[in-house]
Each structure stands twice: as structure tokens, then as C-alpha cells.
């Protein structure tokens, strides 16, 4: 075939075009997975647990437009466990081996947070819940769950247990004043200067993104046992330096910081739905950090009509699992197995 110059130049152009497209492709689909051989983010804080090896493994799926991460493992009637803030799934890490023992264990990543991706279509905690109960009976087919939450995660799991009771076995709350006909949201926002200042829009973004881990850092211990934020002065933290990493890894991404602090944006719509939410009946554990359980109680009581056991858990302050992980676990197994 016989070609101009001009025609030539065509070809090419045409041939660039196509190299060029052709290196992106390989550049992207590089970017978006690991390569052989190499361990995927979420999966670095578990890769030399032989427990985790063992027993569990990191899943996703797709929900509503967001991609959700949990983690499973073990055998048994299942047991669903929801995180607060600044965490996610790997704040249940140091009991659910032994919780794998006796019960099917799915630690969730709320939407928007830790490694979901995507942005939910609400951060208020009847929305998310709605979410959980996708994945958790839509995708997963699970109607008779045990579902334990805490801090913000534990305002979820009672607008699961609330919109969905007849697939909610039994509810576990740990450590949250629920938002609602105990306390408005105006109230509410004045219990801690962190609530506050988190409710804010755009300013927590401002100030924490720029060093996310340290913020972190300094926030875990003011809300320990006697820490700042229950009038004592201690500034020690039940956190490894390897959870504060894992917890930071996540939280660096500014739509997981973002998304931590829609969490307190909603309280409005979470006092609105709370007080709308029928009281539920499904049997419930309440626990709290220690000295917390009469103030905590007085929150729910309105909305959460059979509470079977409620402790204060001894030597803990807000980090349960983390500051008395023995005590909070045999309660959850005494509770669950009731």
C-alpha cells in the first residue's frame, strides 16, 4: 500500500494515540490492584497473626453503591460487630479469635469508613444501619444475628435492631449516650468538646489532615481510664503503636477522615430517628466504661425495653475491648450464649 506523507503522519499520530492509551491501561490497572505477591493494604496489621490465618479472612461486596470490607472467621450462629470512631473492624481484633470459638464472626466496616469505599447515602445511624443489614441479610442471607456495636457503632446496631427486629437475635451496646429522647442533639454536642468540634463542617478537615495519626494519638488516651475527658489526667493509651498506624492508615484517606466526622455531623437526624424508632425488644446487653452505666442507662432506656444484663466494665474506660478485653468478652460470650 502506497501512503502521503500526509496519510503517514496519520498512521502515525493514530499509533501514539493507541501506545499511549495502551500504558495508561497497564499504568491504571497496576494502581488499582496489588501485584503478585504483595499483600494488599488492609491486610498488613493481620499478615503474621497465625490466628488470623487461621481462621479468618477479609471479604468485600457491594451495597447501594459502596463498596463494603468485613472481616470473617469461625463457626457458629452469627455474631455481627460494628465499630465506632476513630476505629474499624480491627478494634474487635483482640477478642474475636476467642468469640470465633463459639460464634461466626463478622467484623463490618461501616460505609465510608476503614476499607469501604464509597460514600454512603447518609452518615445518620438509621442509614447505615440500613446498609449492614444489606450486607449482612441481603448478601449474606444471615436473619438471626447477634449484633454488638460500639461508641457510634453501637447507635447502628440499635437502628438495626429497631428496623429489623426479626432478624436481630440479640443486641449488644457498648459505651454511647444514645441521641435521642434522653438527649438532644444540642446537649449532646456539649458533653465533649471533641463532639463538638467534630460537628463542625469543613474546620475538623482543616486542622486534622494535615497529621492525622498524631491527632489520633493524642485523642485515644483523653478518653481512657482517667483520662482528661472523665476528669482525671492520665495520658496513658491502651493502643499499641501498630493500632494507632492501622487505624491512621485508614483515616489518612480525607474521604475516610471526612466520613469519621459525618458521623457527629449527623446527630441531628440521629436524635430525629431515635425518637421516631419504635422501642425495641430484642434481648440487650448494655455495657459501659467504668463509673458510666447510671448516665449511659438513662439514654437508652426509653428506646431499648429489654435490657437483660447492663455492667459498667471494671478498670476501662471508653475503649472496652482494649482496656479489659477479658472482662468484656466473657460478658459478651455469657450474654450471646443466654
Known amino acids: 500500500m502506497i501512503t502521503t506523507p500526509r496519510r503517514s503522519l496519520a498512521y502515525a499520530r493514530k499509533a501514539a494515540a493507541v501506545a499511549l492509551a495502551l500504558l495508561l491501561a497497564t499504568g491504571t490497572a497496576a494502581c488499582a490492584a496489588p501485584a503478585a505477591g504483595e499483600v494488599p493494604a488492609y491486610a498488613v496489621a493481620t499478615r503474621d497473626d497465625p490466628r488470623f490465618a487461621k481462621s479468618f479472612k477479609h471479604e468485600f461486596a457491594d451495597v447501594g453503591g459502596v463498596r463494603m470490607h468485613y472481616v470473617t472467621g469461625g463457626a457458629g450462629p452469627p455474631l455481627v460487630l460494628l465499630h465506632g470512631w476513630p476505629q474499624t473492624w480491627y478494634g474487635w481484633w483482640p477478642i474475636m479469635p476467642e468469640l470465633a470459638e463459639h460464634y461466626t464472626v463478622y467484623a463490618v466496616d461501616l460505609p ?18 440500613r446498609y449492614v443489614h444489606s450486607l449482612i441479610a441481603g448478601r449474606l442471607g444471615v436473619r438471626d444475628a447477634r449484633v454488638v456495636g460500639h461508641d457510634l457503632g453501637a447507635a447502628v446496631a440499635f437502628q438495626y435492631a429497631a428496623q429489623f427486629p426479626a432478624d436481630v437475635d440479640r443486641l449488644g451496646y457498648l459505651d454511647l449516650p444514645l441521641p435521642g429522647p434522653g438527649i438532644d442533639a444540642r446537649t449532646y454536642r456539649s458533653l465533649s468538646w471533641h463532639i463538638a468540634f467534630h460537628s463542625q463542617r ?4 482543616a486542622v486534622v489532615g494535615d497529621d492525622v495519626r498524631e491527632y489520633l494519638a493524642l485523642f485515644y488516651p483523653q478518653v481512657s481510664l482517667n483520662g482528661t475527658a472523665f476528669g482525671g489526667t492520665s495520658e496513658r493509651s491502651p493502643f499499641t503503636e501498630a493500632e494507632i498506624t492501622e487505624y491512621a492508615r485508614t483515616y489518612q484517606r480525607p474521604e475516610v477522615l471526612k466520613g469519621g466526622f459525618e458521623l457527629y455531623r449527623a446527630l441531628d437526624e440521629d436524635v430525629r430517628d431515635a425518637k421516631d424508632a419504635k422501642p425495641t425488644r430484642v434481648p440487650t446487653l448494655l455495657m459501659t466504661a467504668q463509673g458510666q452505666l447510671a448516665p449511659v442507662r438513662a439514654t437508652v432506656a426509653a428506646r431499648m425495653t429489654n435490657i437483660v444484663r447492663a455492667v459498667d466494665v471494671p478498670k476501662a474506660g471508653h475503649w472496652l475491648v482494649e482496656e479489659n478485653p477479658a472482662f468484656v468478652t466473657a ?8
Open 331 to 338: 460478658e459478651l460470650l455469657r450474654f450471646l450464649g443466654g
Open 112 to 129: 465510608g469508613l476503614g476499607d469501604s469505599t464509597g460514600s454512603p447515602t447518609g452518615y445518620d445511624k438509621a442509614t447505615l444501619a
Open 202 to 205: 469543613r474546620v475538623p478537615e
